[in-house]
């Protein structure tokens, strides 16, 4: 599993990478970000941290559903099964977490765009936050969760034109599939994908809440 996050308002961040044992991988990249000086941290490394941060620890066998299975056995169905989040909060401080098993019949030791900063997870309070799921190769290439913060900060374009610019023509260009969400400063927020469906919920203090499948907003 890979996971990252961070925090827009002084850019720090954490992240780990093909951890096989942290029951949540997430706290596992906020304990980097929070007590190492380091960024990323990988493999049986970021295992034996997150052991030495008493995170708790479970066998591998933990993670194993019959859904999954299924699918792996398939082998193409349900490739991406990551789960992101950003938020603002009544600060104006912006964060983007994502955590991940990878794609579907990864390569051993492959690691994705989930805990690469600035590909799967970016926040900037000068910008916005971002957090991605889909083909994470593609990703990586196009620094797709830097691009949209760099885009809208640079350019001036507001965080739904440079949501749609990254996704919509630039991933597509390339047949690269997946969609992010992202918030920014003044609590615009973006869901998009250029895949059928992407799960996704939101909701604000003032109650107003939403969860949907397909249909990009
Ligand atoms: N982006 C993830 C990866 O490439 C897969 C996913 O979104 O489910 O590892």
């Given at each position: 599993m890979d996971a990252s996050i961070m925090d827009g308002s002084n850019l720090n961040a954490g992240a780990v990478a093909g951890v096989k044992t942290v029951k949540n991988p997430i706290m596992a990249a906020r304990s980097v970000m929070e007590n190492s000086p380091h960024v990323l941290i990988c493999g049986s490394g970021a295992d034996d941290f997150a052991k030495n941060m008493k995170l708790e620890i479970v066998d591998s066998s933990y993670?194993?559903?019959?859904?999954?299975?299924?699918?792996?056995k398939k082998a193409n169905k349900d490739k991406f099964g990551t789960v992101g989040a950003v938020a603002l909060d009544k600060n104006g401080n912006l964060a983007a977490a994502t955590s991940t098993g990878g794609m579907t019949n990864k390569m051993k030791g492959r690691v994705g765009d989930s805990p690469i900063i600035g590909a799967g997870t970016y926040a900037d309070n000068k910008g916005c936050a971002v957090s991605a799921t889909g083909h994470g190769e593609y990703f990586i290439r196009n620094a797709v969760a830097y691009d949209i913060n760099?885009?809208?900060?640079?350019?001036g374009v507001s965080l739904k034109e440079a949501a749609n610019y990254v996704i919509m023509k630039k991933l597509k260009d390339q047949n690269a599939?997946?969609?992010?969400?992202?918030?920014?400063?003044?609590?615009?927020?973006?869901?998009?994908?250029?895949?059928?469906?992407?799960?996704?919920?939101?909701?604000?203090?003032?109650g107003f809440s939403q969860i949907a499948i397909y249909g990009n907003n």
């Open positions: 993670f194993f559903t019959e859904r999954r299975w299924n699918s792996y760099a885009l809208m900060k640079y350019s599939e997946g969609g992010i969400i992202a918030v920014d400063k003044a609590a615009n927020f973006v869901t998009i994908f250029n895949t059928p469906g992407m799960y996704r919920a939101y909701n604000n203090s003032n």
